[in-house]
């Protein structure tokens, strides 16, 4: 039977948690996947990625990961991926 559509969200779902998992372990925060898919569960409904920062990361972390949330945030919100092609 081919994975119906619902299958293909479960999957890529969970592709993005192992890659925010992997950028997680190399910040050394400690989150685990599932409280990696906490945050982004909160952030999709509306919390505010800051507040969670404050609350997640230690002191050291927590002040660059305001600062690269508020220079993505004016600079037009530019996504991952835009960012991305810029350095190939």
């Known amino acids: 039977m081919p994975p119906t559509q619902a299958d293909d969200k ?4 969970r592709e993005v948690i192992d890659i925010l998992h992997e ?3 190399l910040l050394n925060t400690h989150l685990d996947r599932t409280e990696l898919s906490l945050c982004v569960s909160l952030i999709e409904n509306g919390v ?3 507040a969670l920062a404050v609350g997640f990361f230690p002191e050291f972390l927590r002040w660059a ?4 949330l508020r220079k993505e945030a004016g600079s037009g919100g530019r996504g ?9």
């Open 10 to 13: 479960r999957q890529a779902a």
């Open 23 to 25: 950028i997680s372990t």
């Open 48 to 50: 505010n990625p800051e």
């Open 65 to 68: 990961v305001i600062k690269d």
């Open 80 to 88: 991952f991926g835009e960012q991305q092609q810029q350095y190939e």
